[in-house]
């Protein structure tokens, strides 16, 4: 077992920029606002813009790792649609192929998925063969599980804000229909399916991998081949990616090469023991060592809201102002309400729910809110048709490497009398 071979908690350059921003958001809230620009204000070596890096993706994304691609969504970039236009969305890769830096998709022909483990049938499939199947499209949200990491206090790694997210459409074959037409049987012992990619490692290194629960896999997930449409950039994964909605991004396994059935998880790093929240609550700063045991994956999505304007840190006039966000979960249930408070939570006001048409897609909201000098920050939670709803202090949910933060969002504004 490797432990060593992907640290998402990443290297010395991401703890610069880190600094950066951590520095920028104690800053004044006229400041703040700036953390949202393009990497241009540091004093250091002006850095690349998103599109110098990726031709094709939007140059205000913030760039917190330039390669392997680190990109986030400045949060108000996201209220503009429901679907979010790909050049704005985010990207993650703990490492990638030299090949897959490009907003282009690469080809199908002769891409070939291998088929391993506890099944019976073919060992290989063509995913050009993919074509003549069947297409299904899935709108949902492509969240990371460190989006909202700079939320909580004294956390390793890539310090996103509210971005690390965006709403897309994935389009491709329900996996379950690619077993059936190529007559493979899952043997009852299975319980997980393990996707590994064809990153490109270090020496010595492995291909990113992770495993999921194969019912669920057989229920939800796709090896998609489109975004939003269009052939699916490599950058996100293209030619063929597997996709499992309502679970956390990094689950989706890009470049995919290989599908394993097996009675256990992967012991890969980026599965244990990274990805993986404690079971039972730890003290902020406690340490902690990820174990099959005490710990979780990041597998389906907490219940979440988030405000996307007004922007955290923006300063407003007096008087009824509209708000707006979005809001999700794992798909399980629908979202019933969100809820809205000026006062730290004395009093809420419902907001308006914009429903989705796909129980994994976010759900936008407005509501219309009243400031005063007085008000210092606007809250939103949201609840589900399951009763589920955000802890009101998101601190409850530390764990060292800052995951599936979902708190009740609470952001700044500055209010001119
Ligand atoms: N093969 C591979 N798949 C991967 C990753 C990776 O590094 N390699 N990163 C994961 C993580 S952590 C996230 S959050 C999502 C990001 O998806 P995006 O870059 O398309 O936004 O991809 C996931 N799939
Ligand atoms: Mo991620």
């Given at each position: 077992m490797n432990h060593c071979s992907i640290d998402p908690t990443n290297d010395g350059y991401a703890n610069a920029i880190v600094d950066r921003r951590v520095f920028l958001q104690g800053a004044t809230a006229a400041i703040a606002g700036a953390v949202l620009a393009p990497s241009g204000q540091s004093s250091a070596a002006p850095a690349a813009g998103a599109e110098m890096l990726i031709a094709g993706k939007?140059?205000?994304?913030?760039?917190?790792?330039?390669?392997?691609?680190?990109?986030?969504?400045?949060?108000?970039?996201?209220?503009?649609?429901?679907?979010?236009?790909?050049p704005l969305l985010f990207v993650r890769n703990n490492q990638e192929p030299s090949e897959a830096i490009t907003m282009k998709p690469l080809p199908l022909a002769g891409w070939k998925i291998e088929l391993a483990g506890l099944i019976d049938g073919p060992q290989a499939i063509d995913a050009a063969a993919l074509n003549g199947m069947e297409q299904v499209e899935r709108e949902m949200v492509l969240q990371c599980s460190g989006n909202g990491r700079s939320l909580f206090a004294n956390t390793k790694g890539t310090q996103w804000g509210r971005g690390g997210m965006g709403n897309v459409r994935f389009g491709g074959v329900r996996l379950s229909a690619i077993l059936e037409r190529h007559g493979i049987k899952i043997k009852p012992e299975a319980k997980y399916l393990t996707a590994e990619g064809k990153d490109e490692p270090a020496p010595g290194e492995q291909d990113f991998e992770h495993s999921i629960p194969v019912d669920e896999a057989l229920q939800?997930?796709?090896?998609?081949?489109?975004?939003?449409?269009?052939?699916?950039?490599?950058?996100?994964?293209?030619?063929?990616?597997?996709?499992?909605?309502?679970?956390?991004?990094?689950?989706?396994?890009?470049?995919?090469?290989?599908?394993?059935?097996?009675?256990?998880?992967?012991?890969?790093?980026?599965?244990?023991?990274?990805?993986?929240?404690?079971?039972?609550?730890?003290?902020?700063?406690?340490?902690?060592?990820?174990?099959?045991e005490n710990s979780e994956p990041n597998w389906p999505m907490k219940i979440k809201c988030v405000v996307l304007s007004p922007a955290s840190g923006a300063a407003?006039?007096?008087?009824?102002?509209?708000?707006?966000?979005?809001?999700?979960?794992?798909?399980?249930?629908?979202?019933?309400?969100?809820?809205?408070?000026?006062?730290?939570?004395?009093?809420?006001r419902r907001a308006q729910l914009e429903v989705p048409d796909s129980p994994y897609a976010w759900y936008r909201w407005t509501a219309r809110?009243?400031?005063?000098?007085?008000?210092?920050?606007?809250?939103?939670?949201?609840?589900?048709?399951?009763?589920?709803?955000?802890?009101?202090?998101?601190?409850?949910?530390?764990?060292?490497?800052?995951?599936?933060?979902?708190?009740?969002?609470?952001?700044?504004?500055?209010?001119?009398?």
């Amino acid at each position: 077992m490797n432990h060593c071979s992907i640290d998402p908690t990443n290297d010395g350059y991401a703890n610069a920029i880190v600094d950066r921003r951590v520095f920028l958001q104690g800053a004044t809230a006229a400041i703040a606002g700036a953390v949202l620009a393009p990497s241009g204000q540091s004093s250091a070596a002006p850095a690349a813009g998103a599109e110098m890096l990726i031709a094709g993706k939007d140059p205000r994304l913030i760039v917190h790792i330039p390669k392997p691609a680190v990109f986030e969504t400045p949060a108000e970039l996201l209220a503009g649609a429901r679907v979010t236009p790909t050049p704005l969305l985010f990207v993650r890769n703990n490492q990638e192929p030299s090949e897959a830096i490009t907003m282009k998709p690469l080809p199908l022909a002769g891409w070939k998925i291998e088929l391993a483990g506890l099944i019976d049938g073919p060992q290989a499939i063509d995913a050009a063969a993919l074509n003549g199947m069947e297409q299904v499209e899935r709108e949902m949200v492509l969240q990371c599980s460190g989006n909202g990491r700079s939320l909580f206090a004294n956390t390793k790694g890539t310090q996103w804000g509210r971005g690390g997210m965006g709403n897309v459409r994935f389009g491709g074959v329900r996996l379950s229909a690619i077993l059936e037409r190529h007559g493979i049987k899952i043997k009852p012992e299975a319980k997980y399916l393990t996707a590994e990619g064809k990153d490109e490692p270090a020496p010595g290194e492995q291909d990113f991998e992770h495993s999921i629960p194969v019912d669920e896999a057989l229920q939800k997930s796709l090896l998609a081949l489109r975004l939003g449409g269009e052939p699916l950039p490599a950058i996100h994964g293209g030619p063929v990616r597997l996709v499992t909605p309502g679970y956390y991004g990094t689950m989706h396994v890009k470049w995919v090469t290989r599908l394993r059935f097996d009675s256990k998880e992967s012991d890969h790093s980026s599965q244990i023991p990274h990805y993986r929240t404690p079971r039972v609550p730890i003290k902020p700063g406690e340490a902690f060592t990820a174990t099959y045991e005490n710990s979780e994956p990041n597998w389906p999505m907490k219940i979440k809201c988030v405000v996307l304007s007004p922007a955290s840190g923006a300063a407003l006039p007096a008087g009824e102002v509209p708000v707006t966000g979005a809001a999700f979960n794992d798909g399980e249930a629908r979202i019933e309400t969100v809820l809205v408070s000026i006062d730290q939570g004395r009093t809420w006001r419902r907001a308006q729910l914009e429903v989705p048409d796909s129980p994994y897609a976010w759900y936008r909201w407005t509501a219309r809110v009243r400031v005063s000098p007085m008000t210092k920050q606007i809250w939103a939670r949201a609840i589900d048709a399951l009763g589920r709803s955000q802890p009101l202090d998101g601190a409850i949910h530390w764990n060292p490497s800052g995951y599936t933060w979902n708190g009740v969002e609470k952001i700044d504004v500055k209010v001119r009398v």
